[in-house]
């Protein structure tokens, strides 16, 4: 089955330093993998998605993920923090059927 | 543009008692459907989901149950609330799920079991 690992349930930085949220995936073939964000009590909100159309893929408030298939990752980053990223971030992959598979999440703060 | 629309967003019930949670979307014919659980440090958990009116198929065996009486609409129902039901659930829909397509959630129900 293909499931999706996010590795550190928190993670903590700095206002201005790089943001590195890790998301390994499991999948005998490449998957469409996506990114989340959740605010506090809100839905899911989606940050960027993989389609095999580009390995490096760029999404909204300056994040990006990079698909490796030699790593089996797609960790999502940002080069500087901002307060206003802190949130829960999950990780999801679409393995060709009618689902989407979560992580369990990645909680982010964001210290001044 | 498409909108989906969950309620209610907070919800106190005792153990016990039933429970209806109600989903709609507009603006889209023909959505896959889904429910998820979402519990401290666990994730969203796939509860439900559904291909069309009437199809439904459950993720985990559990004290609830779901429905899809129309197109889009989707119901997550128990007879008799357990503690552990509690939680955050979402819904979400999706278009030609396994090409990619994102699924769009709504805002979520805080159920709290006492």
């Known amino acids: 089955a293909q499931s999706v690992t996010q590795l550190g349930s928190h993670v903590s930085v700095s206002e201005g330093a790089l943001v590195l949220l890790r998301c390994n995936y499991s999948?005998?073939?490449?998957?469409?993998l996506f990114w989340y964000v959740q605010y506090p009590n809100q839905g899911l909100q989606l940050l960027l998605k993989?389609?095999?159309?580009?390995?490096l893929v760029k999404g909204i408030n300056g994040f990006e993920a990079e698909f490796k298939k030699s790593e089996t990752s797609f960790h999502l980053t940002k080069p500087s923090a901002h307060m206003s990223d802190a949130a829960e971030y999950f990780c999801?992959?679409?393995?060709?059927?009618?689902?989407?598979?979560f992580g369990t999440g990645t909680r982010l703060q964001v210290f001044p | 543009s498409q909108t989906i629309h969950q309620w209610p967003a907070t919800l106190v019930q005792p153990v016990g008692s039933p429970l209806s949670l109600e989903c709609t979307v507009e603006?889209?014919?023909?959505?896959?459907l889904y429910w998820y659980r979402q519990a401290a440090g666990r994730g969203l958990q796939l509860l439900f989901y559904?291909?069309?009116?009437?199809?439904i198929s459950s993720e985990v065996p559990q004290n609830l149950s779901a429905s899809r009486p129309q197109d889009r609409q989707f119901i997550l129902s128990s007879k008799k609330l357990l503690l552990s039901d509690s939680g955050f659930y979402l819904c979400?829909?999706?278009?030609?799920?396994?090409?990619?397509?994102?699924?769009?959630f709504g805002q979520g129900t805080r159920l709290t079991v006492v």
């Open positions: 979400a829909w999706s278009v030609l799920a396994g090409t990619g397509t994102e699924a769009f």
């Open positions: 999948s005998s073939v490449p998957p469409y």
């Open positions: 993989y389609t095999s159309a580009a390995t």
């Open positions: 999801a992959v679409s393995p060709f059927t009618d689902k989407l598979i």
């Open positions: 603006g889209t014919s023909n959505p896959n």
């Open positions: 559904s291909v069309g009116i009437g199809q």
